[in-house]
């Protein structure tokens, strides 16, 4: 899977979890600093199921 904004070898995680849900599927969220300096996180969220990863 491809990330939309760019994550390199300088980039920082911020933020990860997964929330599940009753269905058996889950929500994840997945927060980036592109640059360490950087002020600003990137956020993307992802449908999570047992045959697919998609990007919300």
Same mark, same amino acid.
């Given at each position: 899977?491809?990330?939309?904004?760019?994550?390199?070898?300088?980039?920082?995680?911020? #933020?990860?979890?997964?929330?599940?849900?009753?269905? *058996?599927?889950?929500? =994840?969220?997945? %927060?980036?600093?592109?640059?360490?300096? #950087?002020?600003?996180?990137?956020?993307?969220?992802? *449908?999570?199921?047992? =045959?697919?990863? %998609?990007?919300?």
């Amino acid at each position: 899977m491809e990330l939309p904004y760019a994550f390199t070898a300088d980039s920082a995680i911020a #933020d990860f979890g997964v929330t599940p849900n009753p269905d *058996g599927t889950a929500r =994840a969220i997945l %927060s980036w600093f592109r640059v360490r300096s #950087d002020k600003t996180d990137s956020t993307r969220y992802f *449908g999570l199921t047992p =045959a697919q990863i %998609s990007l919300d």
